[in-house]
């Protein structure tokens, strides 16, 4: 059951040398856990070759005692896979091993490209490589592993040039570990501190969950070069415009990172606030759709004097197991997911915040749960304005026509949920809660003004095809 969209990946690097890294790497993903549940890997290099342990399920699931001490070396990257390109499936789990003419190389990456199939068909035409999974980030890998230049640096520039899209990469070869962000900056990642050492990571939060230390962000088109006595930078690319995806600080990251010096926490709180002042309610109590939303709707009591209570209990281990449950449970829906504090709810007026309503097909199992658990009204405030456009950066977001706020108004949204009332945070409502320029983002989803032009309706599985 998908009630938001869904992230892309979380990407991991370390050099430490005297260090365990693998088992470093083990933890900072498992910080990252949040941002992809399919699959997780794990490479290092002990300086001459690259050692890489993935498999399909969390973290914890993939890794036991003897795949952390097979993986030695002073250098490692981690991965952990929402799928946006390419199928759930073994061969597809992240970081990607390749060969080229510089070499050996293993990539992971968080973002989408838009053009992966014709660069994959001149890889394979012109340049001879040889896929082996159905991903664009086995593009970005081969077409680096392959790229003219003198160095990294010249070789990250000319991928660069070739990719439209969004990329934010740890790379690995036996002698260097780079971290690469493409010029538009739409994914996050930023750079520590680490007992000697350097990190880098796709949150903050990964960061103090090893006990590093942020340093700053990776700039739009920097590559920086990890493993040396401080990180150096050996490219950096023009960056037309900053667009960095505000559903980051929506709902992707986790509450306790930061993004530009903001706590995530706060900008969530915020965000309710506005809302409460954008659209407020008369109501008994105020309630969010656990967890991503809880911030903002404690922020939608704070400035609506409503009392801020927990009425959704969320089982957090569903949708985290291979094991399908049965017809009857299926049934059962939301439930499995959900179960409402009956005591708590009866007889009251309910403002529920959510983060956003995508398809239109959890809101209303979760509106009849409070209404059967005894909600006398149920009003819904959504953290987000409506989503009427897809996004091709590395969100599984469905398709314009699947998108209920492409083809419904707000009222027409109100009815299908079955809410007493329906509010939507404004855009503007939603910069002043982040206290941040618009010019700095990609709100394309909300306003269809993309950064690059774009193929709306892109096929996920497109290289599946080829």
């Not at 300086?47 to 036991?64: E, K, S």
């Not at 896979?81 to 199928?87: A, I, N, V, W």
């Not at 340049?127 to 970005?140: A, K, L, N, Q, Y």
């Not at 509010?423 to 394309?444: H, I």
Request: glycine residues 10%; contains cysteine.
């Amino acid at each position: 059951m998908q009630s938001s969209p869904r992230e892309a990946c979380g990407i991991f690097g370390v050099f430490a040398p005297g260090e365990d890294v693998a088992r470093v790497t083990f933890f900072g993903l498992f910080a990252l856990q949040h941002r992809g549940q399919e699959s997780a890997g794990i490479a290092t290099t002990d300086g001459v070759t690259i050692a890489l342990h993935a498999d399909m399920g969390l973290v914890a699931q993939v890794f036991r005692e003897g795949d952390l001490h097979r993986l030695r070396g002073p250098m490692a990257i981690g991965h952990t896979r929402y799928s946006t390109t390419g199928s759930s499936r073994l061969q597809n789990a992240q970081p990607i091993r390749v060969r080229g003419v510089h070499g050996e190389l293993a990539l992971g990456h968080n973002g989408n490209i838009i053009n992966a199939v014709e660069w994959r068909k001149r890889l394979e035409a012109e340049w001879g490589c040889r896929f082996t999974t159905t991903t664009d980030s086995e593009v970005i890998a081969h077409l680096l592993a392959n790229a003219p230049g003198e160095g990294w640096g010249e070789r990250a520039a000319f991928v660069m040039r070739a990719l439209v899209g969004a990329y934010s990469l740890v790379v690995l070869t036996p002698q260097v570990l780079l971290a690469i962000r493409d010029p538009l900056g739409v994914r996050p990642l930023c750079l520590g501190r680490f007992n000697g050492g350097w990190v880098v990571a796709s949150e903050t939060c990964a960061l103090e969950h090893i006990g590093a230390t942020f340093l700053r962000e990776v700039e739009p088109g920097e590559v920086v070069q990890v493993n040396a006595p401080f990180p150096r930078t050996l490219y950096k690319a023009p960056a037309p415009r900053r667009s960095f995806c505000v559903f980051e600080f929506i709902y992707f990251s986790r509450p306790d990172s930061r993004i530009d010096g903001l706590l995530l926490y706060t900008a969530r709180r915020r965000m309710g606030q506005e809302l409460a002042r954008e659209h407020p309610a008369g109501a008994d109590l105020v309630i969010g759709v656990p967890d991503s939303s809880l911030p903002a709707a404690q922020g939608y009591a704070e400035a609506s004097g409503i009392p801020y209570v927990e009425g959704l209990v969320k089982n957090r281990y569903v949708g985290r197991t291979f094991i399908q449950p049965d017809q009857r449970l299926r049934e059962v829906g939301v439930r499995l997911k959900f179960n409402p504090l009956g005591e708590v709810l009866a007889g009251k007026r309910v403002v529920v915040v959510d983060d956003s309503i995508v398809r239109g097909t959890t809101t209303p199992h979760v509106v009849g749960l409070l209404r059967q658990a005894g909600a006398r009204e149920v009003h819904m405030r959504i953290t987000s304005p409506p989503i009427c456009w897809p996004c091709p950066f590395g969100i599984d977001m469905a398709t314009r026509r699947e998108l209920i706020a492409a083809h419904k108004s707000v009222e027409e949204i109100r009815q299908a949920i079955g809410a007493d009332s329906l509010g939507y945070l404004s855009l503007r409502g939603l910069y002043r809660a982040l206290g941040l320029p618009r010019e700095r983002f990609c709100d394309a989803c909300f306003s269809g003004a993309y950064p690059v032009e774009v193929q709306l309706e892109m096929d996920k599985l497109a290289l599946e095809r080829e």
